[in-house]
């Protein structure tokens, strides 16, 4: 198996080497969602319209619908749509023909929007741990006015990537509805992985002394149930590095379950490193909770130059614990561990820089401080005590703890391949 990036078992720390200019243009996580009202009602248990894929009409970019997973409308604002009348290049399905194109990008090209259409065929990787060689390094721009974006030609599951992958230092590019097992991204600020099935998970890193920015996960599925002691989703930074202001949006994760007789504890994301993390945003996401918690989110160093400013958002999105996954949709796979508690948020990031809203958390939260919470349901009696809100408050439902399946499949369709091929088309 391969290790993931900057793992907390194995941590790699990496010698710093000049870092490449960040962006200078400003970014905003919620780019790409409505805001909800301030009037904006507690959020139902009934069936809602937002489980229901989007209806996406012709070749105009559909417009952003609000759900708790993906629903084929989650896109990066910077990224031509993938029906877009741009300036098209096909390219043979090697990771050398796409950086061969993408080398010829010019500023003036991405501005008026480029789309590198990938022919049908696989791609190996190389690893997608700290330490992996790099299938695609030092391309694109941070600077250009528009992603370019790299799909397959023959749309979604045409083109997959066969091993555990690394990109490295790729900016202002976004990878589409190209599947893969592991992917890292590594200083990739500005670029996107959008609208793919991950079999085994995708991460975020900065490393090598670098700040990297407004990196995004569209629509990033991982619908698999598995035993494995790896955290599928990771936002990690390593000594003297800085990773902010990036997204995941529209995603979805199945839990993980733990081996029997291992015993690392497992995260679905985990915000970690010995360098300086915060600025996520988790948007329109459902997160089933594996052996630890759905969401690890660490905590802030006193030395972090960006504290004060946002370290969590979540926005209209569902964690749960790895009980409540037992009870509405996995069950314990042959050879792993039952969980032992129910935790859904582990971690306290920095106090009063944590912020929810119009959301369900299904399990308990570690202490931590909320600068502002508004249309929040928690199962979790103790939150009030135990998690303070600066602004708003958190609606207790102890009911959440008797859900079943029809109440999540009501707000959370299963992404089956047949659904994402009706949505992703």
């Known amino acids: 198996m391969t290790a993931r990036p900057f793992s907390r078992r194995s941590f ?35 069936a809602s319209a937002t489980g229901a894929p989007a209806a996406i009409v012709g070749t105009a970019r559909p417009a952003v619908v609000r759900s708790f997973g993906p629903n084929g409308t989650h896109w990066p604002a910077h990224t031509p749509w993938i029906k877009d009348a741009v300036t098209t290049v096909e390219v043979a399905c090697t990771w050398a023909a796409i950086r061969t194109a993408l080398l010829a990008v010019t500023a003036s090209q991405a501005a008026a929007g480029v789309h590198i259409k990938v022919r049908p065929g696989t791609l190996p990787g190389l690893g997608a741990s700290s330490g992996s060689k790099a299938v695609l390094q030092g391309l694109g721009s941070a600077q250009w006015a528009k992603n370019v974006l790299v799909s397959p030609r023959d749309g979604w599951g045409s083109v997959v990537i066969t091993e555990p992958a690394r990109l490295r230092e790729v900016y202002g590019v976004t990878f589409a509805r190209i599947n893969g097992v592991d992917v890292l991204l590594t200083n990739c600020t500005r670029s996107a992985w959008a609208q793919s099935v991950m079999s085994d998970g995708l991460s975020m890193a900065s490393s090598y002394g670098a700040t990297t920015s407004q990196c995004g996960a569209y629509e990033i599925v991982m619908s698999n149930v598995k035993s494995d002691i790896s955290d599928p989703l990771g936002y990690a930074a390593g000594a003297d590095c800085v990773i902010t202001d990036s997204v995941w949006d529209g995603c979805y994760s199945a839990p993980v379950f733990r081996p029997s007789g291992a015993t690392d504890h497992v995260d679905t994301l985990q915000m970690y490193g010995s360098g300086w993390y915060r600025g996520l945003t988790v948007r329109d996401t459902t997160f089933f909770g594996s052996l630890n918690c759905a969401l690890q989110i660490g905590g802030m160093r006193d030395d972090d130059p960006n504290k004060g400013t946002r370290f969590l958002t979540v926005d209209h999105s569902i964690l749960t614990s790895q009980a409540t996954a037992l009870r509405v949709r996995y069950p314990t796979p042959a050879g792993a561990d039952t969980p032992s508690m129910a935790q859904a948020i582990n971690g306290i990031g920095e106090d009063f820089q944590l912020y929810a809203n119009d959301s369900y ?16 349901k928690v199962s979790y009696g103790q939150a009030v005590s135990r998690n303070p809100v600066a602004s708003g408050k958190w609606t207790v439902d102890s009911s959440m703890d008797s859900w079943g399946a029809s109440q999540f499949d009501a707000l959370v369709p299963t992404p089956t391949d047949a659904y994402l091929k009706s949505i992703w088309k």
């Open 12 to 46: 790699v720390r990496l010698i710093a080497v000049a870092a490449p200019a960040a962006a200078t243009a400003m970014w905003a996580p919620a780019e790409t969602s409505v805001k909800p009202t301030a009037t904006a009602s507690v959020p139902s248990s009934s």
């Open 361 to 376: 958390i299904f399990g308990s939260m570690y202490r931590s401080k909320w600068g502002g919470v508004s249309n929040t």
